[in-house]
């Protein structure tokens, strides 16, 4: 019987490993959505992964099914409960996720981050630090204020470099 399974990609490499996937036969899903990311000198409307760094696939439970996925370019890891053992995700979360994926609605993905929260830097360069959020670029980017030295400086940072504090 085929699971569906989540995997931990590459950071910013979703569409090449959902496409490696697809080019070895294994049923991969992306769920993406639309958001409008804007430059200095234009806007426009790009797909974004619903979940950075993550995506599904459809297969038997085997070693050698799991072996193949693990070996393709840009796949970190299962998601598991028990390390060794990737946990299954249920069908319906799958379907679930295609009809708002599908639906064109828009989708807020860090409704908790909003201007004035307080948030702590968990991946990069400032791992550690604490600021507050003074504003929110895009979907998944904000400008935080952070003091160092003595000085307050406004970063940009990834909604999923950082957590509230």
Known sequence: MMNWYAL????????????????????????????M????????????????????????????EFLN???TRGVVTFI???????????????????LLTMSGEEIDLHPELKTGTKVRVKKGPLTGAEGLVV?????????????????SVAVRIYASDMESA
Request: no cysteine; aromatic share 8%; charged share 25%.
């Open 135 to 151: 504003k929110r670029e895009n979907q998944f980017l904000f400008v935080v204020t952070i003091t160092l030295l003595g000085r």
């Open 8 to 35: 931990h990609v590459k950071s910013r490499h979703e569409f090449v490993t959902s496409g490696e996937l697809t080019r070895k036969g294994i049923d991969a899903y992306l769920p993406a959505v639309k958001i």
């Open 80 to 98: 598991a409960l028990n390390p060794g053992s990737p946990t299954p995700v249920a069908k319906e979360e799958i379907e679930s996720l295609k």
């Open 69 to 71: 996925v693990l070996k």
């Open 37 to 64: 990311r804007q430059w200095k000198d234009r806007k426009k409307l790009i797909e974004a992964p619903l979940f950075p760094g993550y995506l599904f696939v459809h297969l038997h439970p085997t070693p050698e």
